[in-house]
Structures are given as C-alpha cells and as structure tokens.
C-alpha cells in the first residue's frame, strides 16, 4: 500500500513537471522586457502627452468587434519591438473611450496616425510624404490593408527624422 502511494506520488510529480523547460527564464525580468514592448493601452489624452514627451506617439484607434482593427495587433506588436525607446505604439479602444475618438474626430476605424508634438496647444502629425501638418485629416490612415506595416515603418521613420532636426535645432539655441 505505502508502496503504492509513493508510486502514485512519483508519478503526479513526473506529470506536473513535464515538459518543464531549464532554459525558461524564472525571473521577473523577461516579463517585465515583454511589457516595455508592448502596446499602450491609451485611455486619456495626459497619456498621450506624457509620452509625446520623450518620442513619437503612433496611435491606432478601433474596437475589438472590428476584424481590420484585430487584423493589426500583430503589426502594432511588431512595431512595438521595432521602435521599442524610439517611438510609442499606442491603441485607443474606441467603444471604451469614445470622447477620444470623437477628440480625433474618427469617422472610419481602424484610424492610425502618428503625433510628433504640439504646437500652440495643437497636436501635429507626421505625413506620409514627411511633412508635418496640425491637419489630422492630412496625416490620417484609415482602413487596413497589405501595405499599412511598411506605411506606418516609413511615417514612424520620418518622425523620428523630425525629431532628431527638433533636437538638433533646440541644441544650436
């Protein structure tokens, strides 16, 4: 009997530790990098602010009933680890924080931009063809399809293009 349940032990032990992996991190640190890469939940404009702070914000605003809003997580994720200490990668839920979307003025969503300061008390936001524009309809991209990625790559990269000629001006001052 004493055998038996020794046996019995043995075994749940085997089962709950199968599959266990030693190279698997157990520290908080990995967490806590997977975080830092993440999308930001935005749900108040201060966010958007405090951020704008240090870098660029791109913002997507859609719902999770919204299969095109869906479709982009994996890309906003991408971004996330691509521009991770160059750019922030925020997304507004429009259903849960709809004076945001109706600040924005979303007509149509998903509905993706890319702030890069303020100016007057007005956002300005990073065209696709590199200029800069307080117009948000002008630095608008709405809807998805195959080529948002390399779209929102080519925005964030003249963004932080217009930030290092920002610093490098505030610096000749």
């Known amino acids: 009997m004493k055998k038996s349940v020794i046996l019995l032990i043995l075994l749940v032990l085997a089962l709950f530790t199968a599959g266990c992996d030693e190279k698997t991190p157990t520290n908080s640190t990995s967490s806590e990098t997977n975080m830092e890469k993440s999308v930001v939940a935005i749900t108040q404009l201060e966010q958007v602010n405090t951020s704008l702070q240090k870098n660029p914000v791109f913002v997507k605003i859609g719902s999770r009933w919204c299969p095109e809003c869906r479709s982009l997580k994996p890309v906003l994720d991408k971004l ?3 521009y991770q200490g ?10 849960k924080n709809p004076e945001l979307a109706e600040y924005f003025e979303v007509e149509f969503i998903p509905d993706s931009f890319v702030i890069v300061g303020i100016e007057n008390g007005t ?12 117009d948000r309809s002008k630095a608008r991209f709405v809807g998805r399809n195959d ?7 080519k925005v964030l990269d003249f963004s932080l293009i217009q930030q290092e000629k920002a610093e490098a001006n505030e610096t000749k001052r």
């Open 80 to 82: 996330a680890i691509e």
């Open 123 to 134: 956002y300005v936001y990073m065209q696709d063809n590199g200029n800069v524009s307080p």
């Open 86 to 95: 160059k750019a922030t990668i925020a997304a507004i839920d429009a259903d």
């Open 147 to 153: 080529t948002d990625e390399e779209m929102f790559e």
